[in-house]
Every structure is written in structure tokens, then in C-alpha cells.
């Protein structure tokens, strides 16, 4: 006999996204790509990552690389600090099953 399936539990993972440039992407001019600090929620981080590609790309972005730093619980537990403000930013990903780009750092090449 199989065991009932437990219903999927969405989960907010903080992501770091580079992203290179692409006509209409709304970085500066000058910018070579940018660093995008995102909130996403999923069933696992790999559901984060996927969404918050995927959402990049009809923005017009071009991700190239994402790091995933875990979620809120995982993240304190390895000693970070979560401000408030992030932590709302958290909140609001899950209460909307969402994608929130929450910093943008744009780069730029550094003169020779």
C-alpha cells in the first residue's frame, strides 16, 4: 500500500542571478550585466531557479549564472542576518507564489 502523498510546500530561496545584456533589458548604459538579489518561491530550490529564469528571460534579460543561498530558516541557520525589510520581501514572494527582484547591481567594466 503507498503512502498519501504529502501536499507540495512552497518555500521562499533567496537567488543571486548574473545576467549579461540583451537589447532592452533597462540596465545602465555602459553596464556589461548585473547581479540580481531575487526572493522566488518553490517546492525546491530547483522550482526557484527555474521560475526566476524563465521570468528574466520574458523581462527581456539575459541570465547567465544563479546562485542559490537556501532558504529563510536554512539562511539563519548558517548565521545570516535578515532585516525586516527582507524579510517582508520573503513574506510577499510566498503570499503571491512569486518571483520579487529585490536589488539590482549593475557592473561595469573598470577603465584600463
Not at 521562499?12 to 548585473?34: H, I, M, S, W, Y
Not at 526557484?48 to 539575459?62: G, S, Y
Not at 529563510?72 to 503570499?95: N, Q, V, Y
Request: hydrophobic residues 40%; proline residues 5%.
Amino acid at each position: 500500500m503507498t503512502e498519501p502523498k504529502k501536499p507540495n510546500r512552497q518555500q521562499v530561496f533567496t537567488l543571486l542571478v548574473e545576467v549579461g545584456r540583451k537589447t532592452g533589458d533597462g540596465l545602465p548604459k555602459g553596464a556589461t550585466g548585473a547581479a540580481l538579489m531575487c526572493y522566488a518561491s518553490g517546492v525546491d530550490e530547483a522550482e526557484a531557479v527555474r521560475e526566476t529564469v524563465a521570468i528574466l528571460k520574458q523581462a527581456d534579460m539575459a541570465p547567465l549564472d544563479v546562485t542559490g543561498y537556501g532558504t529563510e530558516d536554512e539562511r539563519r541557520a548558517e548565521g545570516h542576518e535578515i532585516d525586516e525589510d527582507e524579510a517582508e520581501l520573503m513574506a510577499r514572494a510566498l503570499a503571491e507564489n512569486s518571483v520579487i527582484v529585490a536589488q539590482v547591481t549593475p557592473f561595469f567594466d573598470k577603465p584600463e
